[in-house]
């Protein structure tokens, strides 16, 4: 992931940070409010390593996957509706539901709904 996924999703990701660094606590890093160089400072004083430890161990976290609480956020579901409108086709909205589409309800393979096969 990246930074900016961090700071758009900041509140989101307090979870994540509490978990890697223990130490962190909540209110301090909503003061924070997503600026990356204020964390690097907060995280460094409240572990009390150098900055370049820090920032290295920030960089080594923001290489991991995204916390299922950002993919989760309803920010970053309709970011993603709105990228898979070139997958719909002409005439449907990426927003409607699918059940209007008809093919909610339609049986196949061994009978089953909705059956991948």
Do not use: C
Request: aromatic letters at 10%; hydrophobic letters at 35%; zero cysteines.
């Amino acid at each position: 992931m990246k930074w900016v996924h961090v700071r758009d999703n900041w509140p989101a990701f307090f979870e994540a940070i509490v978990e890697k660094w223990p130490e962190a606590d909540e209110a301090e890093l909503d003061e924070i409010d997503g600026d990356q160089r204020a964390f690097i400072a907060y995280i460094a004083e409240v572990t009390g390593q150098e900055i370049a430890e820090t920032r290295d161990e920030i960089r080594d976290w923001l290489a991991g996957e995204i916390p299922a609480d950002v993919v989760m956020d309803p920010s970053h579901d309709n970011h993603s509706i709105t990228l898979s409108a070139k997958y719909v086709g002409e005439g449907e909205d990426e927003y409607d539901d699918d059940a209007r589409f008809g093919d909610d309800d339609e049986i196949l393979g061994d009978g089953d709904l909705n059956d991948p096969r």
